[in-house]
C-alpha cells in the first residue's frame, strides 16, 4: 500500500488506529475479543505490538511503571506477551474479516520478519524505535509506508531519520507524540501536526496517550492525516497503559466526530443561498411593527404608539418612518402586525 492508500488528508477525513498495545495482556481470546469490539466502534484500523522476549530484552530491563509481583522483571512480562506467528496470522485474518486494517509495531528484526510474512499494509515505528536504525533499515528493504512516532525526539533526531528514510525511497508519515503515560494535555503539542507540514510537508499524525478524548477531537479538527489512541475495555483494568487509554464509548465517539467533521468540510456553505433557503424561518424569527394599544381606523399613525412583535412579513421596524403620519384605513388589534395594506395611503 501507498500512504495516499490510507485514505487520509485527500478524503477530508483522519485516518483512525486504535492501539490495543498489550492491554490484552497476553490472552489471545482477548486480542481476539479487542478487534470485535473496535470493528463496532469505525475505527479504520487496529493495531498490536509484537514482542519477542530474547529478541528485545534483558534481564537488566527496569519496569517502566510498577507491575504486578507476577513478574520478577520486564524480561518475564514481554514473553507474556509473546503471540506464535500463527496467532498473529489469525488475528490479522480476523481483523481484515472485520474490515480493520491490521497493523502491529515490531520492537525486533525477528518480530519485523515475523510480520512480514503475515503482510503489514503499513509499518508503525514506536517512538523507542527511532533511533533503531537496523530495524529501520530492515523495514525499508521490506516495503511498505512507514508511520513514525516521535514521542522522545527532537527535531535534529527526526530530521535525521527522515534524510535516511528519503535516500531509501520510503514514505513516511511523522506522528507527533509524547512518550508520557498519560501525558497532560498540556503536553500534547497539537502546534507540532501544523510543523510537521511546513517542514518536510509529508502526512502527520498524533501518537496519543493522554487517556482524554479531547486530544483526539482536536487532532481531527486540525485536519491531521492519521490518529493513533491507545484504548481499553476500562481505564481501571490491568496494564501499564491503562491510565492512557481510552474506552470503547469515547473511540466510537471520535470515530462519529471524524465522519461528521468530514460532512461538515466537505459540504462548502453559499450564505446568500443558504439564506434564500431560509426566508420561511426568518419571517417567523424576526418582528414587524405592531400597535401597542388597539388601534381604530383613522387614527394618524406616531411613533409612540408602535412597538415590535413577532413574526415578520408585516412592516419592519426598519421603515417606520415611512409609516409614520400615515392614516389607518381599518382598526389594528394590538395582537396583530401592521401591514401597509392596513393604510390609507400605500406609497
Not at 496494564?239 to 470503547?248: A, E, W
Request: charged residues 25%.
Amino acid at each position: 500500500m501507498k500512504i495516499k492508500d490510507f485514505d487520509t488528508a485527500d478524503n477530508d477525513e483522519t485516518f483512525i488506529i486504535a492501539e490495543v498495545a498489550q492491554a490484552h495482556d497476553g490472552s489471545l481470546g482477548l486480542a481476539h475479543s479487542f478487534i470485535d469490539a473496535v470493528a463496532k466502534t469505525g475505527a479504520n484500523a487496529i493495531k498490536f505490538q509484537t514482542h519477542i522476549a530474547n529478541a528485545e530484552s534483558t534481564l537488566d530491563e527496569e519496569f517502566r511503571i510498577p507491575m504486578s509481583s507476577q513478574y520478577k522483571n520486564r524480561w518475564e512480562y514481554w514473553k507474556r506477551m509473546e503471540f506464535t506467528q500463527s496467532q498473529w496470522f489469525e488475528l490479522s485474518r480476523h481483523a481484515n474479516e472485520k474490515n480493520l486494517i491490521f497493523l502491529s509495531s515490531p520492537f525486533s528484526l525477528e518480530a519485523a520478519r515475523l510480520l512480514a510474512e503475515i503482510g503489514m499494509a503499513a509499518w508503525k515505528i514506536g517512538s523507542g524505535e527511532v533511533f533503531n536504525l537496523p530495524l529501520i533499515n530492515l523495514i525499508i528493504e521490506l516495503g511498505g509506508p512507514i508511520l513514525l512516532s516521535s514521542g522522545m525526539s527532537n527535531w535534529s533526531d527526526i530530521e535525521k531519520v527522515l534524510n535516511h528514510t528519503k535516500k531509501k525511497g520510503a514514505e513516511i508519515a511523522l506522528f507527533q507524540c509524547t512518550s508520557n503515560y498519560p501525558t497532560s494535555l498540556e503536553d500534547v503539542g497539537l502546534n507540532i501536526l501544523e510543523e510537521i507540514k511546513k517542514r518536510f510537508n509529508i502526512p502527520n499524525g498524533l501518537s496519543d496517550h493522554s487517556g482524554s478524548p479531547w486530544p483526539s477531537i482536536a487532532a481531527i479538527a486540525n485536519q491531521a492525516d492519521f490518529l493513533e489512541v491507545h484504548v481499553n475495555f476500562d481505564r481501571a483494568m490491568y496494564g501499564p497503559d491503562s491510565s492512557s487509554s481510552l474506552n470503547l464509548s469515547e473511540l466510537s465517539m471520535i470515530c462519529e466526530a471524524n465522519k461528521a467533521f468530514k460532512r461538515m468540510r466537505s459540504s462548502p456553505v453559499n450564505k446568500d443561498k443558504l439564506s434564500k433557503k431560509l426566508e420561511k424561518t426568518k419571517s417567523l424569527f424576526t418582528k414587524s411593527l405592531s400597535p401597542i394599544n388597539n388601534l381604530p381606523a383613522g387614527t394618524i399613525l406616531t411613533k409612540d404608539m408602535l412597538t415590535q412583535k413577532k413574526p415578520g412579513g408585516g412592516i419592519s421596524s426598519d421603515d417606520i418612518n415611512k409609516v409614520l403620519g400615515k392614516r389607518l384605513k381599518v382598526a389594528v388589534h394590538s395582537n396583530r402586525i401592521l401591514r401597509y395594506e392596513d393604510l390609507e395611503d400605500n406609497s
